[in-house]
């Protein structure tokens, strides 16, 4: 079953040049998507790895200091698979602003727009 995914997602990174957006909090279910995204990118041709990829992570501040942590980590990780393997993520991490626990997505979103 992880290989059919992989090879959709393979098949979608190739599809088209639009960049993707992939929100990573640390859990369970968006590590596993991230992990996917990456062997699947992995197994492309360096010469074909030109889709942009944005992780996207908020801190919400809320998380207990060994969660945050954890996700720091894996995103430290995720950073240098990209930079050793010229995968072309971007991490958009963001410590939270203001009140609403969305309200750094929209600005992330709003500020890659504008490049």
Do not use: H
Not at 12 to 19: N, Q
């Amino acid at each position: 079953m992880f290989q059919e995914i992989k090879d959709s997602l393979r098949q979608l990174y190739l599809e088209d040049e639009r960049p993707w957006l992939v929100g990573f909090s640390g859990g369970k279910d968006s590590t596993m998507l991230a992990s996917l995204i990456f062997d699947a990118v992995l197994s492309i041709p360096a010469e074909q790895r030109k889709k942009p990829i944005a992780v996207l992570c908020t801190d919400t501040r809320v998380e207990i200091p060994a969660i945050a942590e954890m996700i720091e980590g894996a995103l430290d990780r995720m950073r240098k698979c990209s930079q050793q393997n010229g995968l072309n993520v971007i991490d958009t991490s963001t410590p939270s602003c203001g009140s609403s626990r969305f309200g750094c997505w929209t600005c992330t979103v709003v500020e890659r727009d504008r490049d």
